[in-house]
Every structure is written in C-alpha cells, then in structure tokens.
C-alpha cells in the first residue's frame, strides 16, 4: 500500500468560537465536507478513490483533514491525501502546501492569498504539460511494457 502524502501546519492563534466557524467555512469551501466537530477538533473528507485513479485535480483526492486546538493558543491543521493510483509530482505537492498556506492566511488576516494561487495555477499547467509529454518515458512506457510482458502468452515448445 501507498504511504499517504501528509501536510500539517500550526498556526499560533487561540481557539474560539469565531476561529471555528472561520476554519470550518474554509475548508468547506475548500471542498471538504466536515463529517465531525467535536470540542476543540474538527474532521473532514474531501475527494473520492474514484478520483485518485482518474484525475489530475489534487483538490479531487481523497483526503482527510483533522483539525485541532493544541496548547491553548496554537491551531494544528493535517491533511492526510491518499495517494492511491497517482505519481505525486513536487508541483502536486505544492498544491498541498500552498493550500495550508492560505489557510493560514484565512485564520491571521483573511488573505486568500490570490496572486499565489493565479502563480501557482500557471506554473502547475506548465508542469502538466511537461509531465505529460516527458512523463510516459519514464513512467508509462516500462508500465506498458510490464503488462505486455505479463498478458503474452507462454511459448510452447
């Protein structure tokens, strides 16, 4: 089984009843669909495995996300993505990154930090395409190759 790609961030800002609500509507409009909230700790699911086999979307896969009050003053953010059925690029990860980011930003100043993700957003199709056209050389070809191997049938001599 594929090890889960995780992503944490600790964010210095006291727990409260207005922080809940804001990191609860984030992550909904982040896609998550928030399955507990228990006091001082918030779960949610986003994505499907059906997903992680057919898309290119990050925000696609299945991922879980705990979010929980920690020491009194700290909010810890983690975000467990099953990697089933996808080859996780740096720019893959990124996407990850720069979503705890902006949550970070959301919880401190409100800052959905657009520009980044209009940067990031440019930089990923640009690293799609390469992926795509030099990617099946080192990954496709030898896959295809393997089952070619397997489904040919045994010579009988």
């Not at 996407?95 to 919880?107: A, C, S």
């Not at 930090?113 to 640009?126: G, T």
Request: glycine share 8%; net charge neutral; aromatic share 10%.
């Amino acid at each position: 089984m594929k090890k889960p790609l995780e992503v944490s961030k600790t964010i210095h800002q006291k727990w409260n009843e207005d922080s809940q609500s804001l990191i609860e509507s984030f992550w909904a409009r982040r896609g998550f669909k928030i399955t507990e909230d228990s006091g001082g700790c918030i779960l949610g699911l986003r994505g499907h495995l059906f997903h992680n086999m057919t898309s290119c979307n990050m925000a696609r896969l299945r991922c879980r996300l705990v979010v929980c009050e920690r020491n009194n003053d700290e909010i810890l953010a983690t975000m467990e993505v099953d990697t089933t059925g996808q080859i996780i690029t740096e720019e893959n990860s990124r996407f990850f990154e720069l979503e705890m980011d902006t949550f970070e930003n959301v919880i401190r100043s409100g800052d959905w930090l657009d520009p980044e993700w209009a940067e990031f957003k440019k930089e990923q199709r640009k690293s799609n395409f390469l992926w795509t056209v030099t990617g099946g050389l080192y990954g496709l070809f030898p896959l295809v190759q393997a089952l070619g191997k397997t489904m040919k049938k045994p010579n009988k001599s």
